[in-house]
């Protein structure tokens, strides 16, 4: 809707005004209140200072330019400059029956699809992944998908914590317990690590020696190798039991941990000293950034690197090898300061180009009721799998209490979606930047903007054409008519899916997609109310309501998808 409006507009601002005003960007954005329209533009104000003319008078030239369009029933003046944009109901009616007809619901995929890499759900070997975890991982699948659903060649990475000091002390603390060839659960890892680290920071002479283990690491010593690989291969087989429980896309192929770019540290850190852009600084190498307070740390006085230099190393390899033409990484919001002199550095090296997007994607805190970091009565982090479990559990009773007929195995089922789509839709609906509060109640709620508010309005449309014994498949070549304002309103509400979809993809800003679905699912429930379906006597009406029905629920399965949950037929 948007592309086409805005060509419109384009065109109408040029026969108004010549082509001084050619390159004028129309702004055309979704109203945000129902009085201003379908849509408004927004240009008049900006094009008043190109022009010297007032706002209003230009707002009224390019309306006369547009008042015989047949894709108008009005366009009104508003404000200092607005134009409100209502759509003709004819119109409305053949985009929709467009729709009807397409698997992708109207949204093209993109005209140059691009290598993008998205770098998420980055754990660490022999650590057991907490509930801080889960933000990284959906937020990111999110995305995933979105972009390959536009047509992009999606290059997932887990930047897997898999080198350093922490093996060295671990590897050492399993060989002082003659424990270096017993199998570990990564949960004994988890508690042998903690351990180490303990006896590290205690005992100087095993510190020494858990730094001389590093080295033989490094060096490729076969017996120390071994070990790793095996601390290695069982927490990814942990990690990928996480990931399949929640249902995203990432597998073992998408990792590639901080080893695989060790031996390119050496060669980055060179290339910018050849560069001119670092300097030795009290025998450390650092490169010097003036928008910053402090220089960009590359590496240490002992000669080791840095999560920055295997930053810069991977960044390289991104654009160099993979071809990437945006990468998007997402972390914490503490690490915002990092990324930024990153992106930085990469920039004066011009190791990526201009039209190469570097985008850091930062999310805040999961915050228990009392508002504080959620952790365990002990203080302990809570961790992820059980959370997982316990959703699981908790969604499992809601579901034998709404259908006491269902098999376990169907509940079991129901459970699992319900589940895990709450959990995910209670991290996606909030602006990520910010923190949030996690209340169990809630994200289980079926009231609300949550995920099992949209499932039930799924399931309902279902229930609906049951009862109708009729499948969605034989009312596609419905002729749709709109003869209330409800359904008018609704018809606006789901030709609104493909611009937020356009607009998702660029700003990443998933809470907007949570928001139209949620949104989308009102505004049926309130046609639902006032426009009888079943029960309308008129077979040409009821076939239009069962349509825009069908438009509505293949809309929140395919939203709900973008956003890696599942729907259910029932509840």
């Not at 009224?60 to 003709?88: M, Q, R, Y």
């Not at 060989?175 to 017993?182: G, K, P, Y």
């Not at 998408?254 to 600084?281: C, H, K, W």
């Not at 201009?354 to 009392?370: A, Q, S, V």
Request: aromatic content about 8%; overall charge negative.
């Amino acid at each position: 809707m948007k592309p086409l409006l805005t060509e419109t507009f384009k065109t109408a601002i040029q026969e108004a005004f010549g082509h001084s005003a050619a390159d004028c960007d129309p702004t055309i954005q979704i109203s945000s209140r129902k009085e201003f329209g379908d849509y408004q533009a927004n240009f008049a104000m900006r094009l008043a200072k190109q022009l010297n003319k007032k706002p209003i008078d230009i707002a009224t030239a390019v309306i006369e330019k547009l008042n015989n369009n047949p894709l108008f029933t009005s366009l009104e003046p508003s404000g200092p400059g607005f134009i409100n944009i209502f759509l003709n109901n004819a119109f409305l009616v053949e985009q929709l029956q467009s729709v009807a007809h397409d698997a992708r619901l109207g949204i093209e995929r993109a005209l140059i699809p691009q290598n993008i890499v998205v770098d998420y759900a980055n754990a660490n070997v022999a650590k057991e992944m907490h509930v801080g975890h889960i933000r990284s991982i959906v937020i990111g699948d999110a995305i995933v998908r979105i972009l390959n659903f536009l047509g992009h060649h999606i290059i997932r990475q887990s930047h897997l914590g898999d080198w350093g000091t922490q093996f060295g002390m671990l590897i050492e603390y399993l060989f002082d317990m003659n424990e270096q060839t017993s199998p570990h659960s990564l949960s004994q890892l988890d508690s042998l690590y903690k351990k180490s680290k303990e006896k590290f920071d205690a005992d100087p002479d095993f510190a020494d020696r858990a730094r001389k283990r590093v080295v033989s690491l490094q060096q490729g010593d076969a017996e120390t190798l071994a070990i790793w690989n095996t601390l290695v291969k069982e927490s990814l087989s942990y990690f990928q039991k996480i990931y399949e429980k929640l249902g995203v896309l990432l597998t073992e192929d998408d990792v590639r941990g901080e080893s695989f770019y060790n031996p390119m540290l050496s060669e980055t850190v060179n290339e910018l000293i050849q560069l001119g852009l670092a300097q030795d600084s009290d025998d450390a190498t650092v490169v010097p950034l003036e928008e910053f307070s402090i220089p960009y740390l590359i590496r240490k006085k002992d000669g080791g690197y840095l999560y920055a230099t295997t930053d810069l190393a991977a960044v390289k390899f991104r654009v160099e090898t993979l071809g990437a033409k945006r990468i998007i990484y997402l972390t914490d919001a503490r690490q915002k300061q990092h990324f930024a002199m990153l992106f930085a550095t990469i920039r004066k090296a011009k190791w990526a180009a201009n039209d190469i997007r570097l985008e850091h994607i930062p999310f805040g805190t999961i915050l228990g009721k009392d508002n504080k970091p959620f952790k365990t009565r002990s203080g302990e982090p809570i961790k992820l799998i059980a959370v997982l479990e316990e959703a699981e559990n908790r969604a499992e009773e809601i579901a034998r209490q709404k259908n006491p007929t269902l098999s376990q195995e169907q509940i079991k089922e129901i459970a699992h979606d319900v589940g895990m789509g709450a959990l995910k839709y209670a991290d996606l609906r909030s602006d990520k930047v910010k923190d949030y509060v996690f209340d169990w109640e809630k994200l289980l709620s079926f009231e609300g903007n949550t995920a099992p508010y949209l499932q039930n309005a799924y399931v309902r449309i279902c229930s609906i054409f049951r009862k109708a014994s009729i499948a969605s498949k034989d009312i596609q070549d419905a002729k749709i008519i709109l003869s209330t304002e409800v359904e008018r309103t609704l018809a606006v509400k789901i030709l609104h899916f493909s611009d937020v979809i356009y607009s998702v993809s660029d700003n990443l800003s998933l809470h907007i997609l949570c928001d139209y679905l949620y949104d989308l699912a009102s505004t049926y429930h309130q046609f639902y109310e006032h426009c009888p379906i079943l029960s309308q006597d008129d077979k040409t009406i009821c076939h239009s309501r069962l349509l825009l029905s069908d438009l509505v629920a293949r809309t929140l399965q395919l939203g709900l998808h973008l956003l890696g949950i599942k729907t259910v037929e029932k509840m």
